[in-house]
């Protein structure tokens, strides 16, 4: 399928789910950044503990590599209404409907042929404990790794995109990536 002929197709089934926000770019407008992987480190009490982030996801220039072997980026945001968003449990709550939507897609994406990779704005949280790093992943097929995980800047990506990053009040803004080829 060509890639026009794909978008289209992509973003006939969109309306049927809860996506704000969406923009078509190429892997170039990715910046990949060794600060943001310093921020992991020294902020993020996931760091360490998880397949779906650092140092498990590998180096930044490995996730650079793995996100270059694909042709195309779709970049997404959903939208949650928490009762106060300076809590952070609260917030992070809200994280499973994102990566349902997530999912929705890599299926409408599988369906035009494409294979993906799909990145998420926060750690993965479906095992109550990650086997990192004892065992492999439980569900390598459903684990969506960490957007700043990969040392990604996601404010500029958002900036490139024409994405609104902060919808401000009570509202998280969760940002999706799919990088896409075709199988
Ligand atoms: S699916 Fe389970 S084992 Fe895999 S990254 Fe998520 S929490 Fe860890």
Redesign the pocket.
């Given at each position: 399928m060509a890639e026009q002929e794909m978008q289209t197709s992509v973003e006939q089934e969109l309306l049927q789910l809860p996506i704000v926000q969406y923009a078509w770019l190429k892997i170039q407008d990715v910046t990949f950044s060794e600060r943001v992987r310093t921020i992991c480190r020294q902020e993020c009490p996931r760091y360490g503990k998880?397949?779906?982030c650092p140092p498990?996801v590998g180096s930044v220039q490995q996730c650079q590599e793995r996100c270059g072997r694909y042709d195309g980026l779709f970049v997404f945001t959903t939208i949650a209404e928490v009762q106060d968003i300076t809590n952070m449990e609260e917030t992070l709550a809200t994280r499973g409907g994102h990566e349902e939507v997530t999912r929705q897609l890599q299926k409408l994406f599988g369906e035009c042929g494409l294979e993906t990779l799909a990145l998420s704005g926060d750690s993965?949280?479906?095992?109550p404990?990650?086997?990192?790093p004892e065992?492999p992943?439980?569900?390598?097929d459903?684990?969506i790794p960490c957007i700043e995980g990969y040392g990604i800047v996601t404010p500029l990506l958002a900036e490139k995109a024409g994405i609104v990053f902060d919808n401000g009040g009570n509202l998280v803004t969760w940002f999706g990536l799919l990088f896409y080829r075709a199988r």
């Open positions: 998880s397949w779906a498990g993965c949280a479906i095992c404990e990650c086997a990192y065992q992943c439980r569900f390598p459903r684990m």
